[in-house]
């Protein structure tokens, strides 16, 4: 509300500015097409005043179109209808505002990128990209413009073109963004792999981890191009880098590893026996009998359990636990699986965002690789 304010305050100055500043002649012009102008603004005004904002932006929108010259009143309108979730009430401002023969060069550029942002806003991301473009033929080194359409190819998983943004972006800041790269890298893997191209798989797999040798997702890809390739020690190998260079998500490989049962039952279990032993990680074993539990039976489940002799140590451990090995009709069983899931078991160490599954971008602030797992939920 407050930023609503201050931008229906900012287009009350414009437009009182812009009268007091008008031609001579205007002032003597017949006192009823004073009162249209005025008034509308003062009414404006009094509604704002009286804590009415839709009433004054719909005075405000009058003065608009009387004062047809003011572009920065038209440019704060779109803003506050984009602002209250009228988009196209946003988008129809702005294009009348790109429509006008006599538009400066300089608020063109504004134009385009308001516009982009309500198409983006809208969900229209074509019309948004479109925009973006237009904005960058006018300047091709706008930051802003650049961050916006890497945003939008990230989302459509256009990893290709999003690289070539990120090149250019880094460019423009003069920074290197190289673990941002390794992961638009794995992402390219990892569609390269669901797409059986193996090579290209393993190509941008490596080049991923040549930047950022902690990328969590690379080393996956790594590991199931070994297994689908029956390449045992590439795969024991990627097994345990993954353990040591990206420790928090190796949880995640496990399931992978029991859906292979043959390399599973000569390999992948006795590796998981030694680190368990070795390190005593409790995600690694919660993880293992959930896994376990999903891919094969709560009886093999509760025997690896039993046969490792884990014991949780903490309310959440006892949750996740009780969650797969339970009762089916107990309360409490359902409790916990009803926790588990709905925990949110992965936070932003940006922006602080929580979320139920693992994602390597985040979701609010879009950096990469800045969720990790929460060690302690408050139940
Ligand atoms: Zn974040």
């Known amino acids: 509300m407050n930023t609503l304010l201050l931008a229906i305050t900012a287009i009350a100055l414009v437009v009182l500015v812009a009268l007091v500043l008008r031609p001579v002649q205007e002032i003597d012009a017949p006192e009823k097409e004073e009162d249209a102008r005025i008034s509308p603004l003062l009414r404006g005004i009094n509604y704002l005043l009286s804590d009415e904002p839709d009433l004054a932006l719909k005075e405000m929108v009058q003065v608009a179109r009387l004062r047809s010259e003011a572009a920065d009143v038209y440019m704060a309108l779109g803003e506050m209808f984009r602002s209250?979730?009228?988009?196209?009430?946003?988008?129809?401002?702005?294009?009348?505002?790109?429509?006008?023969p006599d538009l400066p060069k300089?608020?063109?550029?504004?134009?385009?990128?308001?516009?982009?942002?309500?198409?983006?806003?809208g969900g229209l991301?074509?019309?948004a990209l479109y925009q973006y473009q237009k904005a960058l033929e006018i300047q091709s080194d706008h930051a802003g413009a650049l961050e916006a359409c890497l945003r939008i190819r990230e989302q459509s998983s256009e990893w290709l073109v999003a690289e070539d943004l990120l090149s250019r972006l880094e460019r423009v800041r003069n920074e290197s963004y190289s673990s941002h790269r390794a992961y638009l890298f794995s992402e390219m893997a990892r569609q390269c792999f669901q797409q059986d191209n193996t090579e290209e798989a393993h190509a941008y797999a490596k080049r991923a981890l040549e930047l950022d040798e902690s990328c969590a997702p690379a080393r996956m890809v790594k590991i199931e191009l070994a297994l689908q390739e029956n390449q045992t020690e590439a795969a024991e190998d990627?097994?345990?880098?993954?353990?040591?260079?990206?420790?928090?998500?190796?949880?995640?490989?496990?399931?992978?590893?029991?859906q292979h049962e043959s390399f599973y039952h000569s390999h992948g279990r006795p590796l998981l026996h030694d680190l368990w032993h070795e390190f005593h990680d409790a995600e690694l074993m919660l993880a293992w009998i959930e896994a376990l539990a999903n891919?094969?039976?709560?009886?093999?489940?509760?025997?690896?359990?039993?046969?490792?002799a884990f014991e949780p140590r903490s309310l959440r451990q006892s949750l996740r636990l009780h969650a797969v090995l339970g009762k089916d009709n107990d309360a409490h069983t359902r409790f916990a699986r009803q926790w588990r899931k709905t925990a949110r078991n992965f936070s932003c160490e940006q922006c602080g965002v929580e979320v139920v599954e693992v994602r390597w971008q985040c979701p609010q602030c879009?950096?990469?690789?800045?969720?990790?797992?929460k060690s302690e939920e408050k139940v």
């Open 84 to 100: 209250k979730g009228e988009i196209g009430r946003a988008v129809r401002i702005h294009q009348n505002l790109l429509a006008r």
């Open 106 to 121: 300089s608020v063109h550029l504004q134009a385009h990128l308001a516009l982009a942002t309500d198409f983006q806003t």
């Open 295 to 308: 891919i094969q039976t709560t009886k093999e489940a509760k025997l690896c359990c039993d046969e490792m």
């Open 238 to 258: 990627g097994i345990r880098n993954l353990w040591q260079h990206a420790r928090e998500h190796f949880p995640l490989v496990i399931p992978c590893l029991l």
């Open 366 to 373: 879009h950096s990469w690789g800045t969720l990790h797992p």
């Open 125 to 127: 991301l074509d019309r």
